[in-house]
């Protein structure tokens, strides 16, 4: 276990109708605010209102930005930073999924910085600037409500590359699980299994020994794959959803990782899949996830069958006993995938195989992993997911 800092300075308010207490927190860091939101369900909900009111009902004046997308683009957060430019905006509430918090930090750190959202994404530069950012999460999923992270899809080249900056990490998250009730089934199937992902991917990819980092990635994966079955049958249990809310920041919040330093070479194949089929990131990564795990069984085949176990079936022998549990339980929620599903073809994978190296690569054209993959590795897992 190597050294770390941790510094978290996120103020979580986390429960059954905390959204109430909005306009309350807002009050002692704002005057005025925007709200950034698609224009969709928070609208059709009465949620964005509801939220309006209650900020305006404590003296916050209210803007709002509504031209959220899945998949954010470079265009619609610089347009959001060009919106507010003389609007005095004080913070910005991130309401929403993952893109909504997303696009409300690349609005943050564009608006402190000028420029493009392109220009601070991390093959080019980062920055330490960005007006305070707020997240009110209505899916359980990215866990961007907890983190300084954010992604966003080059609208010309269709690259999808991350960005960081620790002052975009939102200064107030109200996790409110009663909102996630009216998020779309697909929605909620696909943000856990964000989830996953995210609390697996150093797991499988560090070389640090961990145990106790190790434990939490198994614990957080094995809530997720249980519950998710229960939500889905009784999308009410409001428990549930509380457990799924918490599991999503703790996945990524850098508590899972601190102390293991670990790639996340499932998010970097899957990025080119959303960012040019514009494909919901969870059901990119439930295509990537077993093939991934069948290409590193013998490299990683302690880890694996330890996941195997710990989360599907004590009795689990095999790296192929895994990958059919694993197969099984997407299969129930039809995330057994595939390119076909999409109509992704086959020459695409040298021109994925190609981005990813230009946005992951170092100077051997190799990105991390549980070993570092070159071009072939990478096409490989690729030509896997075409069936």
């Known amino acids: 276990m190597r050294d770390f800092t941790l510094h978290i300075p996120t103020k979580f308010i986390f429960g059954i109708d905390t959204v109430n207490r909005i306009g309350k927190e807002i009050r002692k860091i704002a005057n005025t605010v925007l709200i950034v939101c698609s224009s969709g369900s928070v609208k059709e909900t009465g949620l964005l209102q509801r939220i309006e009111d209650n900020l305006q009902k404590s003296n916050v004046k209210v803007y709002v930005y509504d031209k959220v997308q899945p998949n954010p683009t470079t265009s619609i957060i ?29 609005i943050g750190i564009v608006a402190k910085n000028e420029k493009s959202i392109w220009d601070f994404v991390h093959i080019n530069k980062t920055t330490k600037k960005s007006l305070p950012i707020i997240a009110i999460p209505t899916i359980s999923g990215a866990g961007s409500e907890g983190n300084p992270y954010g992604v966003v899809t080059n609208d ?9 900056c620790y002052d975009a990490r939102p200064k ?4 409110d699980p009663k ?3 009216t998020v779309p089934t697909d929605y909620l199937i696909d943000g856990a299994i964000d989830i996953i992902i995210h609390s697996l991917e150093a797991y499988f990819s560090s070389k640090d020994i961990a145990p106790l980092n190790d434990r939490i990635s198994l614990s957080i994966a094995k809530t997720v794959i249980e519950i998710l079955p229960k939500i889905v049958e009784n999308k009410n249990d409001l428990e549930l959803r509380k457990t799924l809310s918490w599991s999503a920041v703790l996945a990524l919040n850098d508590i899972n990782d601190s102390g293991r330093e670990g790639a996340y070479p499932m998010h970097a194949l899957e990025h080119p899949l959303s960012g040019h089929y514009n494909i919901s990131h969870g059901r990119g990564l439930a295509m990537i996830f077993p093939r991934y795990l069948e290409y590193f069984s013998e490299l990683k085949t302690e880890k694996i069958i330890n996941f195997g176990k710990f989360v599907f079936d004590n009795s689990i022998k095999t790296t192929d006993d895994v990958n059919i549990h694993l197969q099984k339980w997407l299969k129930q929620f039809n995330r057994d995938l595939s390119f076909k599903d999409f109509n992704i073809p086959e020459m695409e994978i040298k021109n994925f195989v190609d981005e990813i190296i230009k946005i992951n ?16 590795d990478i096409s490989n897992i690729y030509n896997n997911c075409i069936n």
């Open 179 to 181: 909102l996630t009730l």
């Open 156 to 164: 010309q080249t269709k690259e999808k590359v991350s960005f960081i």
């Open 361 to 376: 690569g170092n100077r051997f054209d190799r990105i991390s992993g549980p070993r570092e993959m070159n071009r072939e």
């Open 172 to 175: 107030i998250s109200i996790i």
């Open 78 to 106: 610089d347009n959001g930073a060009k919106f507010i430019k003389d609007l005095n905006i004080d913070a910005i509430i991130g309401l929403g999924g993952g893109s909504a918090i997303d696009t409300a930090k690349g």
